[in-house]
């Protein structure tokens, strides 16, 4: 059985009189410890679909199966606890909070599960450290590059430790040598700690840092061999 | 949110606000004589049937002597608080409730349309004493006795030169 | 699973924007201090009237009067009579508590100064002393033909200086001159406001041969009974008798309009910090709308985000509370009032500091609420992209 099961899943919004249809009747299957990557030209529903995926949104019709969690008919207070166990989120933009330090954003995720202060910053610094930026703990995200705070976002990503990261355009603000470095660092989250990631991009570099590779065009899937 | 909706979701919240701290000034409390409270006043003072020969006030005040029996009749003005005593008002003299101007009057036996010298002079104090003292105890709620009844007291009168005239009751009869 | 946001988070968002910070602590600040202000005026204002009623005490005056000592008159020898007559008058060392009374406002002229000023003077003799006995001598001596004693709050009163009410300095009423040989206390009552002046050569100087009203303290409250009773008697006097806590109730819902006023005017500024302050967050909702989603999407609930708004708020709210507490203890602590004919003392007391807290405080958790709506209907996936 695979990690992530996408069956028959349609999702449709209003846009002003439009009713838009970013995806209809998709069906996917992502395997544990894959690298997966959604690749498509803009609007072409690659968000929606990875905001179903994290739970954050959900299908008009279809089903959505992670793990053994069925996703569209659980409650959002159920879904939260989920997703705060079980999926890590890198936005295109790291979205830290300006006012905590690294640091600060880091141990955010770990208030939801009651640890001690100990426990807290063990797993902090181990975080801060995967993503090289231990020396940038005290650090406010003003006072760090947009690299950097990609890879701060990365770390608190994975600082709870879950399974599945999604990301979203997670090089699409930065530089040609701050995108490589992020794109290593998520490949190596994948291969060493076998994360499952699922990414979108419309960056053919970034794309080619997936196990598999797969088109998004007007709401129909279509599979392509892996790059790598 | 647009300012319209920030207003749809505020104004409520506003709306109860302002009734928490509007100040409403809570309704009068009833008539004095909603509730009859109950007498202690001992029962030997009650007359089943009215007595003959009653004097009204007025007359009364002018004819009696100090110490001499009398019959008087009229309407109760008004009660002295945890005393057996009231004011007994001739009944030629008409309460706020039936006529004047402040015929809706919220307290018609204080005659508070009349003259209070008018009232004074129409007026004789009713007391229930044991020995020299007046019982303390309510006289109002004795066999329904309350503001503007009409009574007939049988007693003995006591007078002074100033006009006043108290009488030191043996009896009473309230007309139901 | 534990799901507050850190308390620092609330805490140090409120640096974000030290300006729109700066301002909606101030309106807290300005709010408590009011509330605080409004709250000691009332309750200055009730205790005050409501200071000088005693269970034990009834106050006889004309039933003509309609309950007003100042209009009321009552034959001059009133008070011996009700010690004669009435079972249950108090004595202390065989002088019966019962004290006859002039009370008028007057117009009065202080020392050379010929401004006139409206004050309140009662004519008493010694008996008053006994009847009310709040009174304290606190300098000087009691007064002589000629010579007044002053209240604490007279001169506040009379919107006069301390020092022009000074024991030695001389004020004019009636024609005539008086020299102030005494001040005195009641705290609590409306009697500070108050000069007292001998009774026999007030009636002189006021051509009347009567008083205004007789005070009369009872062995027991119980005894009411027995001086309504008189008045009932004695007809011809026509008098009415009215405990003094009564007395002193009416007078005190006199003043009730100004009450509601006070608060009216306290809640419609509340109501309008209450706006600014809901509108401030808002604003910071708004400001924060895809920071808000991204904590959302890492794991956090709704009600959680709310909480640490109104953690925010209150923090904000709590520190403005302080100042404005403070602002008000140094600017309101022991000032005092005119009101009529009358004068008091604001009062401080932790009632009133309570409603200014809770108040500051109350107002601080209504406003979040049109920002606690607006997260809690947040939509997570598109609020994510907004810039």
Known sequence: MSLIELRHVTKTYRKGEHVVTPLADVTLDVEKAEFFVLVGPSGSGKTTLLNLI?????????????????LGTSSSSRLAD?????????????????VLTAYENVELPLYLFGLSAAERHRRVALALEAVGLADRATHLPKQLSGGQEQRVAIARAIVADPEILVADEPTGNLDHESAEGVLELLSRLHLERKKTVVMVTHDPRAARFGTRRMVLDKGILREEAAAR | MTSSNFLRAFLPIAVVGLGLVACSDSKKSASASVELPTSALPENYHLAAEPAN???????KTELKDGEPVVLRGRVQDFVNGMAAFTLTDGALK??????????????????????????????????????AVRRTDARGFHGLDHLKWVTVKGIAKTDDKGNLTVIADGIYVKP | MARRLPLDYAVLNLGRRPGRTLLAGASSALVAALLVATAAFVRGLDTTFQGAARADTAIVLSSVAERDVVRSTVTAGLGELIAASVRGVATVDGVACVSDEIHMGTNLRLGDDERV????????????????????????????????????LAAEQLGAREEELAVGRTLRFENSAFTIVGRFAAPGTTIEAEI??????????????????????????????????????????????IPSAVYYRELSDYFAPIRRLSWALA???????????????????????????TLRAIGYGPWALVLSLAEEALVLASAGALVGLVAARLFLAGSSVRIAMSAFQLTLDPPAILVGI???????????????????????????KEN
């Open chain 1, 54 to 70: 994290a739970a954050i949104d959900r299908p008009d019709s279809g089903s959505i199966r992670v793990g053994d969690v069925e």
């Open chain 3, 358 to 384: 809770a108040g500051a405080l109350a107002l601080a958790l209504f406003g979040t609420a049109p920002a606690a709506l607006r997260v809690l209907k947040l939509p997570v996936a598109a609020a994510l």
């Open chain 2, 95 to 132: 309460s706020c409730d039936q006529e004047g101007p402040m015929k809706s009057c919220e307290t018609p036996w204080d005659y508070c349309c009349t003259d209070p010298a008018e009232l004074n002079a129409a007026s004789a104090v009713i007391e229930f004493r044991d020995g020299e």
């Open chain 1, 82 to 98: 989920w997703r705060a166990e079980h999926v890590g989120y890198v936005f295109q933009q790291a979205n830290l909070v300006p």
């Open chain 2, 54 to 60: 009653a004097r009204d006030v007025l007359i009364a």
């Open chain 3, 117 to 152: 000023r409206a004050g309140f003077v009662r004519g008493v003799t010694d008996r008053a002393f006994l009847v009310h006995d709040a009174v304290t001598v606190t300098e000087g001596r009691t007064p002589r033909t000629g010579e007044v004693i002053v209240g604490r």
């Open chain 3, 267 to 293: 809640a419609l500024i509340a109501l309008a910090a209450l706006f600014g302050g809901a509108n401030t967050l808002n604003a910071a909702v708004q400001d924060r709308v895809r920071e808000l989603a």
């Open chain 3, 196 to 241: 007292w002046t001998p009774l026999a050569p007030l009636r002189g100087l006021t051509k009347r041969d009567d008083s205004s009203a007789t005070f009369v303290k009872l062995e027991s409250p119980d005894a009411i009974g027995e001086l309504a009773l008189f008045a009932k008697r004695r007809l011809d006097l026509e008098l009415v008798v």
